[in-house]
């Protein structure tokens, strides 16, 4: 997979820091409350349904069995998925992404090089060109609140902020077709550019597999039927808890 590829020499490791969040610093999610870093689940709001402890069996899970959209969205809070991480200096995952997988050098908006100015990227979902980064967005092929809606809520902090900034699950794409796809499974949503499916599904069962991630069922047996016709061979891939590039937890999402 050649996006995939590119991004080989960032795959190695991400994380050595925990990124425990005191519970008075949180915010809220849809169902207007949040866990704190015990794995505990707290109402704040009027209204709100308690979840099970991050440590209970899946019973939150049992209630999404095919979730909708809203059902995904009521627990997630996108503190507890913390991205984009700065992994050296000022640039965050977002910019080595962008430097990563340029098809040419890139320009940066200054001296320090911490944002990405201009380059050359085929968004993979469209076989479209572009070579502003502001027009671009690096999606998660697997989105974490699709992980969290799954048995990604059980994860402990570090795991999540891993899965956020993982290379293995991040593609620059146009910041359209990003916006359609947004946080649905394969299941109900592959790119427009049928080519780049037996990639996407690939992408799928990689990611899925590194973090043990529960998928649905539909979304399941829609990646194993493109698979079935992909001559495309198993990778080897573990997870790992080494890190060669280091990432600090107060990074922000970079102005663009």
């Known amino acids: 997979?050649?996006?995939?590829?590119?991004?080989?020499?960032?795959?190695?490791?991400?994380?050595?820091?925990?990124?425990a969040t005191a519970h008075f610093d949180k915010g809220v999610d849809l169902n207007g409350g949040h866990y704190d870093s015990f794995g505990d689940y707290h109402c704040h709001q009027a209204g709100c349904q308690m979840a099970p402890s991050r440590?209970?069996?899946?019973?939150?899970?049992?209630?999404?069995?095919?979730?909708n959209a809203r059902e995904m969205e009521l627990f997630y809070n996108e503190e507890d998925w913390p991205h984009w991480a700065i992994t050296g200096g000022c640039q965050t995952m977002r910019t080595q992404i962008l430097v990563a997988t340029s098809e040419v050098p890139v320009t940066y908006?200054?001296?320090?090089?911490?944002?990405?100015?201009?380059?050359?990227?085929?968004?993979?979902?469209?076989?479209?060109?572009?070579?502003?980064?502001a027009r671009l967005e690096i999606d998660h092929i697997i989105p974490p609140m699709y992980a969290n809606a799954a048995n990604g809520f059980q994860w402990d902090d570090q795991t999540r902020l891993?899965?956020?900034?993982?290379?293995?699950?991040?593609?620059?794409?146009?910041?359209?077709?990003?916006?359609?796809?947004?946080?649905r499974g394969i299941g109900t949503w592959r790119p427009p550019e049928e080519a780049f499916h037996c990639?996407?599904?690939?992408?799928?069962?990689?990611?899925?597999r590194k973090y043990d991630?529960?998928?649905?069922?539909?979304d399941?047996?829609?990646?194993?039927?493109?698979?079935d016709d992909c001559d495309i061979p198993e990778s080897d891939i573990e997870r790992r808890s080494d890190s060669d590039v280091k990432i600090r937890?107060?990074?922000i999402p970079l102005p663009i």
Not at 112 to 123: L, N, S
Not at 213 to 218: G, K, P, T
């Open 55 to 67: 440590y209970d069996i899946s019973v939150r899970r049992n209630r999404l069995s095919a979730p």
């Open 220 to 227: 399941r047996g829609r990646m194993n039927s493109i698979l």
């Open 199 to 208: 990639e996407y599904a690939t992408a799928w069962r990689d990611v899925s």
């Open 109 to 133: 908006t200054n001296p320090r090089q911490c944002e990405v100015r201009e380059g050359q990227w085929t968004d993979p979902y469209t076989g479209d060109v572009f070579t502003r980064a």
């Open 162 to 183: 891993e899965f956020a900034n993982d290379p293995l699950n991040l593609i620059p794409v146009s910041r359209k077709v990003q916006s359609k796809k947004r946080d």
């Open 213 to 218: 991630l529960d998928l649905f069922q539909r």
């Open 1 to 19: 997979m050649r996006h995939l590829k590119i991004l080989s020499p960032l795959l190695s490791g991400l994380l050595a820091v925990s990124t």
């Open 249 to 251: 937890t107060n990074g």
